[in-house]
């Protein structure tokens, strides 16, 4: 059960992600950082698939993927096409390994102790998911704001 809320939430959140990315008008702001905003769109959008492309699909999934964390937030100027293809393989990959995951393997600890107590794989995606939230939050605002 808890599987399929977390599907479902992924999914949804992920697609918001792309229709935030695609609504900018002007391209060049997803890019922009102004004041006190440190974070592009451009560059959450990057970090919200590495990151989840990581823990989901590499650590959970067994895929090839490799995070380059530091890229997530360095890269610049990326074409939103390649950003908005990055979620869709991102979209791709949740439903794939969560439609895998049997309810045992959310009931196991996940093997990487991110908060320093044992925490179960489906206690990890609930913070993933809050995590999305949080970003794509910022994405939003962020439109809005500067891509007036």
């Given at each position: 059960?808890?599987?399929?809320?977390?599907?479902?939430?992924?999914?949804?959140?992920?697609?918001?992600?792309?229709?935030?990315?695609?609504?900018?008008?002007?391209?060049?702001?997803?890019?922009?950082?102004?004041?006190?905003?440190?974070?592009?769109?451009?560059?959450?959008?990057?970090?919200?698939?590495?990151?989840?492309?990581?823990?989901?699909?590499a650590e959970m999934g067994n895929t090839s993927y490799v995070r380059q964390r530091d890229l997530e937030f360095s890269l610049k100027n990326v074409p939103r096409a390649e950003l908005l293809e990055k979620v869709d393989a991102t979209i791709e990959i949740v439903g794939?390994?969560?439609?895998?995951?049997?309810?045992?393997?959310?009931?196991?600890?996940?093997?990487?102790?991110?908060?320093?107590?044992?925490?179960?794989?489906?206690?990890?995606?609930?913070?993933?998911?809050?995590?999305?939230?949080?970003?794509?939050?910022?994405?939003?605002?962020?439109?809005?704001?500067?891509?007036?």
């Open positions: 059960m808890l599987k399929d809320i977390l599907k479902r939430l992924f999914l949804r959140d992920l697609s918001k992600l792309k229709t935030e990315i695609a609504a900018y008008q002007n391209e060049e702001v997803i890019w922009y950082t102004e004041k006190n905003i440190a974070n592009s769109a451009g560059n959450l959008c990057l970090h919200l698939a590495g990151n989840i492309n990581h823990f989901i699909g794939s390994v969560l439609d895998k995951m049997t309810d045992e393997e959310m009931a196991a600890e996940f093997p990487n102790p991110v908060f320093q107590v044992p925490t179960t794989a489906g206690q990890f995606m609930v913070h993933l998911a809050v995590h999305l939230d949080y970003h794509l939050g910022q994405v939003n605002y962020h439109r809005r704001l500067l891509d007036a």
